[in-house]
């Protein structure tokens, strides 16, 4: 089957860095994408890795390694607008379109 | 211009009772996806429909649900014999190709609740 781990919660304070791990097991991988849902509010697309390495994009990057079946978003100088709840998610194997989220983290940033 | 929009925002049932959830894709978009999510948790995909054709339907939990998207465009989720287990918010997102590995654009749900 598959599967994605996040931590749960991830506290931090404006002006930080935070990292949102996501390790997942799938028996076929198309790549890693990321999502920021406000409480409330709709899934928000952020980024796509297909390749191994860090893809930036103004404060939010995103990393993949995918021999260690592991990738990382990054935020940086974070803001309170930040705070929300973020979900790794994978295309399950060839032959589906079944699109497979983790059970997201939410981060909290702190005045 | 427009993005995903979802009708009913909140529906409200009775267990038992037939519901129908509507999903307006963004204009030209060829792929659309059914999601239910529930409080904490990630979307959980239903299915995916690729123009008219559904080309994924393992996510729908048993065969009181159903969905169909006739001309390419609007979808709508049709949910039989409501339980209480299906309160949930659904989701729908439209993607400008097949696959998903592009990005997916999220309506704002339909939150259901069954009572």
């Not at chain 1, 930040?82 to 497979?100: E, H």
């Not at chain 2, 299915?47 to 169909?68: E, H, K």
């Not at chain 2, 339980?83 to 259901?112: I, K």
């Amino acid at each position: 089957g598959q599967s994605l781990e996040q931590p749960s919660e991830v506290t931090a304070v404006e002006g930080a860095i935070v990292q949102i791990n996501c390790t997942y097991q799938t028996s076929g991988f198309y790549g890693l994408s990321w999502y920021q849902q406000h409480d409330g509010g709709a899934p928000t697309f952020l980024s796509y890795n297909a390749l191994d390495g860090l893809e930036e994009t103004g404060r939010f990057s995103s990393f993949l390694s995918r021999s260690d079946s592991y990738g990382y978003l990054l935020l940086q100088e974070l803001q309170m607008k930040d705070s929300a709840s973020y979900f790794c998610a994978v295309r399950a194997p060839s032959g589906t379109y079944k699109y497979i989220f983790g059970t997201g983290t939410r981060l909290k940033v702190l005045a | 211009g427009a993005g995903v929009s979802q009708t009913p925002s909140n529906k409200v049932t009775e267990k038992g009772k037939y519901v129908e959830l509507r999903c307006d894709p963004i204009s030209g978009h060829t792929a659309l996806y059914w999601y239910r999510q529930s409080l904490g948790q990630g979307p959980e995909f239903l299915i995916y429909f690729q123009g008219t054709g559904a080309a994924d339907d393992s996510g729908l939990p048993n065969d009181r649900f159903f969905a169909v998207r006739p001309e390419g465009s609007v979808s709508t989720l049709k949910i039989q014999r409501t339980e209480r287990g299906d309160s949930a918010v659904y989701l729908c997102a439209s993607s400008a190709l097949a696959g998903g590995e592009n990005e997916q654009f999220f309506g704002p749900g339909t939150r259901l609740t069954v009572l």
